[in-house]
């Protein structure tokens, strides 16, 4: 079945750059997704990106697709406090139909 | 900006008792969803609903599981006969189309004992 595989902790300190990875088995993946939750918050849909685009930039978050690999990652620029969160990995086949999480990669800002 | 509310945050209930997990998606919203979350797994699909009826369940939605909109503003998931394994954190969502942006609630955390 469908998989979606993410590291589950990432720590950098504020101002670098983080690159949260992920990959995916499902070949027919179509729409890519990148949520965000912050402690005691819902699912905040951060970004998307289409299967036919191999980047998407947006302010600080840039997403790069690697088809071939199967691999998504998100790279956030000049990494704050505030962004220190859990970051989803989801994938869809058809953008309606579910979504296929990965466990979530936890980021901590180190001040 | 309009959200997703889930009650109640946390729930504790005996292994073999009912539970209703409440939910109030975004007023506009069509379609409407649970996921489950068990700690340190990832977040799966158990169902969505779409013009009073389950559009779509996965198969851990089995017969222990049932959702309803009572009332046209809430959208419940009840657990009949709860199981150690349903110890999760349950998540709302709702999208205004089908292939729309989901808008997730808070989440309510149900630990059996």
């Known amino acids: 079945g469908e998989d979606v595989e993410q590291s589950l902790f990432l720590s950098v300190r504020e101002g670098d750059s983080s690159v949260i990875n992920c990959t995916y088995t499902?070949?027919?993946?179509?729409?890519l997704y990148w949520y965000k939750q912050e402690p005691g918050a819902g699912l905040q849909l951060l970004t998307y990106i289409f299967s036919n685009m191999d980047m998407k930039q947006d302010q600080r978050l840039t997403v790069l697709l690697n088809k071939k690999d199967k691999h998504l990652s998100l790279r956030i620029a000049d990494t704050q406090t505030g962004d220190s969160a859990i970051y989803f990995c989801?994938?869809?086949?058809?953008?309606?139909?579910?979504?296929?999480f990965g466990k979530g990669t936890r980021l901590s800002v180190i001040a | 900006e309009p959200e997703v509310t889930q009650t109640p945050s946390h729930q504790v209930t005996q292994m073999g008792q009912e539970v209703i997990l409440r939910c109030v998606p975004i007023s506009n919203h069509l379609y409407f969803y649970w996921y489950r979350q068990i700690l340190g797994q990832k977040v799966e699909f158990l169902v969505s609903?779409?013009?009073?009826?389950?559009?779509?369940k996965s198969e851990i939605f089995d017969d222990q599981f049932s959702v309803e909109r009572p009332d046209g503003s809430n959208f419940t998931l009840k657990i009949r006969s709860t199981k150690l394994e349903d110890s999760a954190m349950y998540f709302c969502?709702?999208?205004?189309?089908?292939?729309?942006?989901?808008?997730f609630g808070e989440g309510s955390r149900l630990t059996v004992l």
């Open positions: 499902d070949s027919s993946s179509t729409y």
């Open positions: 609903f779409y013009n009073n009826e389950i559009s779509e």
């Open positions: 969502a709702s999208s205004e189309q089908r292939a729309g942006e989901l808008f």
């Open positions: 989801a994938e869809s086949p058809t953008g309606n139909t579910p979504l296929v």
